[in-house]
Antibody, heavy 120, light 108 residues
């Protein structure tokens, strides 16, 4: 069974930093691309970032480029999202998702999400 | 960047057919995926590559994609189908996953 468990969410002040983690199990982690997708309160889904299975290729939404960094540890089966220079508009539930194969593929499994609140 | 447009809401009576559209410039040349999200839950992939269903998704769910419109069709709608539905593509121009704005399906 594929399981994705996010952690690291919380309340942070504007300009602060936070690192999300996503522990993966139930599949061969290093052979699948992974994505982060967020959902602001009452809003739709917004893709944030993606990473190839090897970790060698990464992609970012324009809204987070230069502030967020996606990475993965293929030995520990963990996906990360380092978020710096956080803004109020980054407040959202952040979902970790497994891509069906490569990063151009759809997300076939999702975690339950981690709440990130940026507020003073 | 590439834009996908969905109607904010669709209403349908139980047992009838619901059709949710996803419009984009020449979206027929892309592969469209559809997700279902119920309140308080994570999204679930219900259709991938225009019309394929993951295991466990009922045959009542189907999809099509042509020219500028992709369509998710739900036949014999049940109360349990009430949810938000999102379309998604991979935009090769920007190397981004792009989601539509979502459609709230209400079962009357």
């Amino acid at each position: 069974e594929v399981l994705l468990l996010e952690s690291g969410g919380g309340l942070v002040q504007p300009g602060g930093s936070l690192r999300l983690s996503c522990a993966a199990s139930g599949f061969t982690f290093n052979t699948f691309a992974m994505s982060w997708v967020r959902q602001a309160p009452g809003k739709g889904l917004e893709w944030v970032s993606g990473i190839s299975g090897s970790g060698g290729v990464t992609y970012y939404a324009d809204s987070v480029k230069g502030r967020f960094t996606i990475s993965r540890d293929n030995f520990k089966n963990i996906l990360y999202l380092q978020m710096n220079s956080l803004r109020a508009e980054d407040t959202a539930v952040y979902y970790c998702a497994k891509d069906q194969a490569g990063y151009t593929y759809p997300c076939d499994y999702w975690g339950q999400g981690a709440q990130v609140t940026v507020s003073s | 960047s590439y834009v996908l447009t969905q109607p904010p809401s669709v209403s349908v009576a139980p047992g009838k057919t619901a059709r949710i559209t996803c419009r984009g410039d020449n979206v027929g040349s892309k592969s469209v995926h559809w997700y279902q999200q119920k309140p308080g839950q994570a999204p679930v992939l219900v259709i991938f590559y225009d019309g394929d269903r993951p295991s466990g998704i009922p045959e009542r769910f189907s999809g099509s994609n042509s020219e500028n419109t992709a369509t998710l069709t739900i036949s014999r709608v049940e109360a349990g189908d009430e949810a938000d539905y999102y379309c998604q593509v991979w935009d090769t121009g920007s190397d981004h996953k792009v989601f539509g704005g979502g459609t709230k399906l209400t079962v009357l």
